[in-house]
């Protein structure tokens, strides 16, 4: 008896609303199809790295140069450590990196003074610039120093 008076209930609205099985009258039956994949912008991480970790890169190639080592990439000339001439730049943010870029994870004495890079992120050295790069992209997110500057 119960079944059959909330059946018949359910039955009642369904005649009530025949609309409720259409398509709303302001929307297309069919929708538009969505642009290619090419044609949608990617989000961006719009990651900010801390002036903390700046100074950090910069104390820790200092003092390597205080202590008459020359680490990567720069250049001993003349009883000094020079960073080389900067050239045109390999990468760009929110780009990923061309396959031909090859770049190096910073010292781990180093990575120890920075910040956690985000999950699916790491720190690489590319020429003179430490990035923050995604893992399986290579998508740069952020540019921690500028090692010419040093």
Do not use: F
């Not at 398509?23 to 290619?36: H, I, K």
Request: aromatic share 4%.
């Amino acid at each position: 008896m119960r079944a059959a008076s909330i059946a018949a209930l359910g039955l009642a609205c369904l005649v009530a609303m025949p609309s409720w099985g259409q398509a709303p009258a302001n929307r297309p039956a069919n929708p538009a199809p969505a642009p290619p994949a090419s044609q949608s912008p990617l989000p961006t991480l719009n990651m900010t790295v801390p002036q903390r970790d700046r100074e950090a890169v910069y104390a820790y190639y200092r003092a390597e140069m205080a202590a008459g080592r020359c680490p990567m990439p720069l250049v001993k000339m003349s009883n000094a450590c020079l960073a080389p001439s900067p050239g045109k730049s390999q990468w760009r943010i929110d780009q990923p990196l061309a396959d031909s870029v090859k770049g190096e994870a910073p010292p781990a004495a180093l990575i120890a003074k920075l910040s956690p890079s985000p999950a699916g992120y790491h720190y690489l050295r590319v020429e003179n610039d430490l990035l923050v790069v995604g893992l399986g992209t290579r998508v740069v997110a952020a540019l921690v120093a500028d090692l010419s500057k040093l």
